[in-house]
């Protein structure tokens, strides 16, 4: 059954806006959708009449895209004092949440902190688009749509199986949603109850926010207490070329040793992946753990990796200052 505020929100809309009831994929979708998944076609058709195609998002997405910046550029949009300082604000204003959190899952508060105060600023900037005509516009209209049109699919098994309203939630123009910004398909396999109020709430309940990126972590196979990077120099510059080639772990410390990298003497032989940073002063290089992989899972950056990593590290001496 439909809530009054889905009609009255359905009655609200502009008769003008253009939606998706007459393109070509709007048939054929529903009828996978009720085949596939035995979605209520009534309750298909009702919501995805609403999806308004949106312009502006097909014009975000396909801008041709900026030179990646160097790590010194990136690493100044993430390390301001003021995003610090929030970070230790939000771990003492949720304190009790993660002193259960990160023994539950193992994974360190400072880290958590970092994602949500990177991705969405602590909850101040969670996106201002509605999932359903970001998913429906990027599903039905953006030339690359293969990854949208599952999540277009995934977005409405979880209203369905989480008793929420499509046209309300709000998130990214990439259908991103919630203080940690996850797509329906993260939302339903790592989403957490955490206070258990029988709802999965992401963008409301900062608890259970905390609880589904700690959760996201722990199912990559987080390693509690273990380091995540260190600092390395080259004793040749043919090891160089093995920098930045993948995210993916690659040797132990014996191969890298091999390579001509000086490995670190304070943490025992592991795996690693190499990488090569910009800095205002020339190269840095960095050997990197699996828990470093484990974060490249959240984004698949390099750069977002330790511009995540740096910041827990200031958040958590800040907090441990407070």
Do not use: C
Request: aromatic residues 14%; proline residues 3%.
């Amino acid at each position: 059954m439909l809530s009054a505020s889905f009609i009255l929100l359905f009655s609200s809309f502009s008769a003008d806006a253009e939606r998706y009831t007459e393109h070509p994929k709007y048939e054929p979708f529903i009828q996978e959708m009720v085949s596939e998944h035995d979605y209520n076609e009534q309750d298909l058709r009702a919501i995805l009449s609403q999806a308004e195609k949106k312009q502006g998002i097909l014009d975000a997405i396909s801008r041709p895209a900026e030179r990646t910046k160097a790590w010194y550029e990136y690493r100044e949009i993430f390390l301001k004092p003021n995003r610090i300082n929030l970070g230790v604000k939000f771990l003492q204003d949720h304190k009790e949440t993660f002193d259960k959190v990160e023994v539950q899952y193992g994974v360190p508060r400072e880290l958590i902190a970092a994602i949500i105060g990177v991705e969405t600023y602590y909850g101040r900037i969670t996106g201002s688009y509605r999932v359903i005509d970001a998913l429906s516009t990027l599903a039905f209209d953006y030339p690359k749509r293969s990854l949208f049109y599952r999540e277009l699919k995934n977005f409405l098994l979880m209203v369905r199986e989480n008793d929420l309203e499509a046209t309300e939630l709000m998130g990214s123009y990439a259908g991103a949603m919630g203080l940690g910004q996850f797509i329906p398909s993260s939302y339903i396999s790592y989403a957490r109850d955490y206070d258990g109020d029988g709802k999965k709430d992401i963008w409301n309940n900062v608890d259970d926010a905390i609880a589904s990126v700690a959760y996201y972590f722990k199912r990559y196979h987080w390693q509690t207490g273990e380091p995540i990077a260190s600092e390395v120099t080259l004793n040749n510059s043919e090891a160089d070329k093995y920098a930045n080639e993948t995210l993916s772990l690659g040797g132990d410390f014996d191969v890298w040793k091999q390579r001509g990298v000086n490995v670190p003497k304070d943490v025992s032989s592991r795996e690693a992946a190499l990488f090569r940073y910009e800095t205002e002063n020339g190269q840095q290089y960095w050997l990197a753990y699996k828990n470093f992989y484990v974060i490249t899972r959240y984004n698949r950056s390099r750069l977002y990796a330790r511009a995540v990593y740096e910041l827990s590290q200031e958040i958590k001496n800040a907090y441990g200052k407070s």
